[in-house]
């Protein structure tokens, strides 16, 4: 009976501790954090397809989606473009031509993100998984790609990024390496990090 005692009053002792560094933290988080984020917002925003879906882009993964037609190993990965460039290149170029149809445009969800980056200024970071450019004509100009960007290429060799606007073929090589190299999607693909 005693040790049983002794234990709940030990477990006790500990829970105070905790509550009270929990208490001193929240009251720091209170006081300060809050105060500073209040007088400085910042703001952090992480976009997906939906954004564009929206604007006629058509995703990846939906029911209708890209991965339908084609399967990821022969599209989007190293080794798919190493066994069959031209599939790759020909699958990429037709989501460019898409992107640059005239009915493509950025739509309000985009536009308005334009604008709070403009209020925020360099307060403000937006970070997207799309390829498209829709972000940037909406007007966001403080934007990271995390799965790249379908308007450049990378040289196989050199990995230097270029614009590219029209469709890439197998035999287009990169001008700026020493050796020739074929152009690859700038884009991250499954099984590279």
Same mark, same amino acid.
């Given at each position: 009976?005693?040790?049983?005692?002794?234990?709940?009053?030990?477990?006790?002792?500990?829970?105070?501790? $905790?509550?009270?560094?929990? +208490?001193?933290?929240?009251?720091?988080? &209170?006081?300060?954090? /809050?105060?500073?984020?209040?007088? @400085?917002?910042?703001?952090?925003?992480?976009?997906?397809?939906?954004?564009?879906?929206?604007?006629?882009?058509?995703?990846?993964?939906?029911?209708?989606?890209?991965?339908?037609?084609?399967?990821?190993?022969?599209?989007?990965?190293?080794?798919?473009?190493?066994?069959?460039?031209?599939?790759?290149?020909?699958?990429?170029?037709?989501?460019?031509?898409?992107?640059?149809?005239?009915?493509?445009?950025?739509?309000?969800?985009? $536009?308005?993100?334009?604008? +709070?980056?403009?209020?925020?200024?360099? &307060?403000?970071?937006? /970070?997207?998984?799309?390829?498209? @450019?829709?972000?940037?004509?909406?007007?966001?100009?403080?934007?990271?790609?995390?799965?790249?960007?379908?308007?450049?290429?990378?040289?196989?060799?050199?990995?230097?990024?270029?614009?590219?606007?029209?469709?890439?073929?197998?035999?287009?090589?990169?001008?700026?390496?020493?050796?020739?190299?074929?152009?690859?999607?700038?884009?991250?693909?499954?099984?590279?990090?």
């Amino acid at each position: 009976m005693q040790s049983r005692r002794f234990h709940r009053l030990s477990r006790f002792r500990k829970n105070k501790r $905790l509550l009270r560094e929990r +208490l001193r933290q929240r009251i720091f988080f &209170r006081d300060r954090v /809050v105060p500073e984020m209040m007088e @400085n917002p910042r703001v952090l925003v992480l976009t997906g397809a939906g954004i564009s879906a929206e604007s006629g882009i058509r995703t990846f993964r939906a029911a209708d989606g890209l991965w339908e037609e084609h399967r990821v190993e022969d599209v989007a990965t190293p080794e798919g473009f190493a066994r069959n460039p031209g599939l790759v290149q020909t699958f990429y170029n037709a989501r460019r031509q898409q992107l640059q149809q005239p009915e493509i445009q950025p739509n309000a969800a985009h $536009l308005a993100l334009a604008k +709070l980056e403009e209020a925020l200024g360099d &307060r403000f970071l937006l /970070v997207t998984q799309n390829i498209d @450019n829709l972000h940037e004509r909406a007007g966001n100009r403080n934007i990271i790609h995390m799965h790249g960007e379908l308007l450049k290429v990378r040289c196989s060799q050199s990995g230097q990024i270029l614009e590219w606007n029209g469709d890439v073929m197998p035999e287009d090589k990169c001008h700026c390496c020493q050796f020739p190299a074929p152009l690859r999607p700038r884009g991250l693909t499954f099984g590279e990090m």
